[in-house]
């Protein structure tokens, strides 16, 4: 019985993904320690302001959103899969923030401050991300492998699968038909 074997073709996802994941990894690391270092809270409907560092208005939560969703891209990055998966997660997760944090104006129910530079880019970046989750693998080639063809040696002959059998059999048949 055949079967077919795949072999692996490079991915699309893993690299951009990987990158994704270090600058949201590096922004959320020097937005704690440069922006906003406040814990501070108002849950679901209190408004939390926070310092602004390059641009986007943080404070301690959204300095550990933009930590966690690039530190989660970074593990998941080396295998295909995993990375198009985390990818997906993570990019449905700054999605959602950025639609709250659209329709609330000020922050993400009473916990991550942003401001408009800090929507569009968890906006952008969460739009980005599913994109690449749908990024397939290119380059990826099919084998047949026949698992039922056996060695065969003939009596004086050092060849373990002869060729010339395979016609010489089709031959065979065709003269007695």
């Known amino acids: 019985m055949a079967k077919t074997k795949k072999t692996g073709g490079i991915s699309l996802a893993k690299g951009p993904i990987a990158l994704i994941g270090a600058l949201?990894?590096?922004y959320g690391v020097t937005a704690f320690v440069m922006g906003g270092h406040s814990f501070a809270l108002d849950?679901?409907?209190?408004?939390v302001n926070g310092k602004t560092w390059l641009g986007l208005e943080v404070n301690a939560w959204s300095s550990l959103l933009f930590v966690g969703a690039?530190?989660?891209l970074?593990?998941?990055?080396?295998?295909?899969?995993?990375?198009?998966?985390?990818?997906?997660?993570v990019?449905?997760?700054?999605?959602?923030?950025?639609?709250?944090?659209?329709?609330?104006?000020?922050?993400?129910?009473?916990?991550?401050a942003a401001n408009g530079p800090t929507r569009l880019v968890w906006g952008i970046?969460?739009?980005v991300l599913i994109v690449l989750s749908l990024l397939p693998r290119v380059g990826r080639k099919t084998t047949t492998?026949?698992?039922?063809r056996r060695e065969t040696r003939r009596p004086g002959r050092d060849t373990s699968w002869d060729e010339e059998r395979d016609t010489s059999a089709s031959r065979t048949a065709d003269r007695t038909v």
């Open 70 to 72: 690039g530190v989660l």
């Open 24 to 26: 949201l990894l590096a």
């Open 91 to 112: 990019g449905l997760v700054l999605l959602a923030a950025a639609v709250i944090a659209l329709y609330d104006k000020n922050d993400v129910l009473g916990i991550f």
């Open 74 to 89: 970074l593990i998941s990055a080396p295998a295909h899969w995993a990375a198009k998966t985390m990818s997906l997660i």
């Open 43 to 47: 849950f679901p409907s209190g408004t």
């Open 145 to 148: 492998v026949d698992h039922e």
């Open 125 to 127: 970046a969460g739009l």
